[in-house]
């Protein structure tokens, strides 16, 4: 694509989109005119192990061409870019690049990859669009979206199916437009068309993609981390998790390259926490089952002491792992 001058309006569309994205993604392509003079990417949420057919949907429902990229594949207007599954969609120097790094937010693709690389890598002329959603994926990539000049627009959580990530995001960014789906297509094209400054701010302090190794090359050489420590752990490999302490909205990663917003951090560690939970009451009902074992053969064997003190630990353990048991079902819901 062409470099940004002040004739261009803002020409990469990013949007992002979890539960309930399907339906809203069609809302909106639905609408967008066949001479749309912008790049449009697209993040829906989706399982790493299935087929992906979002971008036939999408082809079908608006007048735009739609597909998966290939990797290095360079950016055209007028196309509708879609991340495959298990695969982040990132932007370096003006082309595609799609990845296996780590997962971030707890997703691969992940959107705070897809507003982050595009910020970066297109400053001013982005817009970054937040529609219905779970949790807070989306926010810190928005933020970067601002901090390069680009446009925020989210959809309003009001109208959202669900509505955790518009929310996270307006909580968290300067948003400049707040619509219900109906009004988002005609918003992004007069924003396409409108003129923009030639410059945006420096981008340089937004976080850089890592490389297909997971780190940044500071941290491949030993020279940097990702930040301060925070004094937690990152769900998903152990390791521990950084912080920058100077960066809003508050941000997390570890040094393989896992990241997290708030939000998304305390689901993993819920979910964490309550496998820990149910493997500790298999453990406890298989020690109950040994020690009842152990028990009724030291009684064959005429073994009083052994027997009652056998007797004892099932007893025991059966009573914790009924009591843990009860937290785990009666507790379920506030797990989720």
Known sequence: MDPPSTKNGH???????????????????EHLPPNLPAAVFVVLHTSPHGVSV??????????????HPQDGEAV???RIYVAPPDRHLAIRKGRIHLSRNARENGHRPAIDVLFRTAARSFGSRVVGVVLTGNLDDGTVGLAAVKQCGGLAVVQDPADADYPGMPESAIA?????????LADIAAALDRLVREPRPAEGPD????????????TSKEEAEGSATPGV????????CGGALFEKHDTQPLHFRCRTGHAYSPESLLAKQSDALEAALWA???SLEENTALAKRLERRSHEYGNSLASARYERRAHDAEKHAKGLRSMLVQGGAEMD
Not at 54 to 67: D, H, M, V, Y
Request: net charge negative.
């Open 11 to 29: 020409d990469i569309l990013a949007i992002g989109a979890s539960a309930g994205g399907v339906q809203a993604l069609c809302d909106v392509i």
């Open 203 to 214: 981008c340089n302090d937004v976080e850089e993609e890592p490389d297909d190794m997971g």
């Open 172 to 180: 968290n960014v300067e948003v400049d437009f707040v619509l219900p």
């Open 76 to 78: 055209e207007p007028g």
């Open 229 to 236: 420590s925070s004094g937690l752990t990152c769900p998903e």
């Open 280 to 282: 500790a009451l298999r």
């Open 54 to 67: 979002l971008p036939t949907i999408l082809q079908r429902t608006g007048c735009l061409p739609a597909s």
